[in-house]
């Protein structure tokens, strides 16, 4: 798989072992910044990555902020972004397998950098299980973004 990658300030700390670990795993990754501590906006990054993930140019992303927590409602905005904040393992394998999520959100001062490993390892070794009832519950999710988004 492809990873689009981004972070604000407060996520870069955490940006190369990410990067790090989704290499390792072997797969392959776009980095859309950011590239320093300087302050930044959080939304920006995650409209790069859901953007990427939505033209296609990655199957998947991980948007890191200092919380996680404005990354994962920036990024849930975008229609096709399901984006979950993981900072344990069975949250990043279940998300995939059950609820088809596709953008994992972590706050770099919230995680250890040696957990954070493990959630991306489970997120990016996970896959989405097409089960009757996920793919039901799932659909009634999509339809929420047909009736009521822009
Ligand atoms: C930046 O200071 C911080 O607000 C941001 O990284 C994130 O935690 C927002 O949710």
Redesign the pocket.
Known sequence: MRIAIGC????FPLKQTVIDVVQNAGHDFLDLGTHSTD?TD?PDYSEKVARAVLDGKADRGIV??????????AANKFKGIRAGLCHDTFSARQGVEDDDMNVLTL???IIGPLLAIEVIQAFLKARFSNAERHLRRLNKVKGFEENFGR
């Open positions: 604000d300030h407060g996520g302050a959080y890191i902020c200092g919380s996680g927590v404005g990354a994962t409602v706050g770099a001062r």
